[in-house]
């Protein structure tokens, strides 16, 4: 095996992406060299041009690296495009390749293994930057029948929006109206409240009956929301350790050509949870 691969944040020590793709390496029968490389957002640029030189063949990008990442890139899929956000990259002979897992990874997580029908549902959107822009162009193509997105700043959560270019679909309420949107089917924590010290405070008038709720971050930083989901009788709660397995094995097979196992992996670390905090 040439080349090798890493996971790109800030931090980053945290990360589980070198243990999720160790454990795929080992499950389709190859060799990896998978590192954890701590960047500023302001060396993103350069410590992305030394890897290239240095022979790396694909990284990872979490927190707060993702927009970012973009900008690095000579080429971008559809879906990055639309999310304005990268989190796996592939060095190719033209420059970066950027792409964005964290969708279908959300997507696969709860309609495979938790068993959602997510058509028809009507969904709140909590967040509106990396994260958010990463996941909701998936859930539009699964079918749901209403996206609507709240971010403290607004002007954020408008620029989603129109990039989603969905309007019959879509749209944007300012955070001072949570209390009056009404109910949803299904409310999707991609803030960074948590981690920041911050409280939600949701109103729980949010929550019809049966609805799920989900926390793109995964372990200790998501134990609040998943609290206000409890209390509110959420038909299903989960963090976001399923849709990080997931979005991981989307790049996997982007860069090995083989999907790996994803069961044993989230298993694994599902029962040794007490280590996790945070987004990877």
């Known amino acids: 095996m040439s080349g090798f691969f890493a996971v790109l944040g800030h931090p980053v020590a945290h990360s589980l992406s070198p243990r999720i793709h160790q454990a795929f390496a080992k499950d389709v029968g190859i060799g990896i060299d998978y590192r954890a490389i701590d960047v500023a957002p302001e060396q993103l640029p ?9 022979g790396i063949r694909g990284a990872n990008i979490t927190l707060p690296l993702k927009e970012a990442a973009k900008v690095a890139c000579a080429t971008v899929s559809d879906r990055a495009r639309i999310a304005h956000a990268v989190n796996t990259l592939t ?6 390749h950027g792409d964005n897992t964290d969708g279908v990874g959300l997507v696969r ?5 938790h068993r959602l029908d997510l058509r028809g549902r009507r969904c709140l959107l909590l967040g509106a930057g990396g994260a958010a822009r990463g996941v909701a162009p998936a859930l539009l193509d699964a079918g749901i029948d209403r996206l609507i997105v709240v971010n403290r700043d607004p002007k954020r959560a408008d620029a989603l929006v ?15 109206d949570l209390g009056s949107l009404g109910e949803f089917d299904l ?17 729980f008038r949010l929550a019809a009956p049966r609805f799920a709720a989900v926390d793109l971050n995964y372990g200790d930083t998501a134990i609040s929301f998943l609290a206000w989901a409890r209390t509110a009788n959420a038909d299903l709660a989960i963090d976001g350790l399923g ?16 999907r790996p196992d994803t069961d044993g992996v989230y ?7 007490r280590s996790l905090h945070g987004d990877d």
């Open 91 to 96: 060095a190719t002979e033209h420059g970066w």
């Open 162 to 176: 129109d990039a989603l270019a969905d309007p019959a679909r879509v749209g944007s309420r300012y955070w001072k």
């Open 46 to 54: 350069a410590t992305l041009g030394a890897l290239a030189a240095d």
């Open 109 to 113: 997580d709860l309609t495979e293994r």
């Open 187 to 203: 409310v999707i924590n991609a803030t960074s409240a948590a981690r920041d010290g911050q409280k939600l405070d949701l109103p």
């Open 267 to 273: 298993q694994a670390l599902r029962a040794g949870d």
């Open 243 to 258: 849709m990080l397995v997931e979005q991981a094995a989307e790049a996997f097979e982007i860069w090995h050509g083989k």
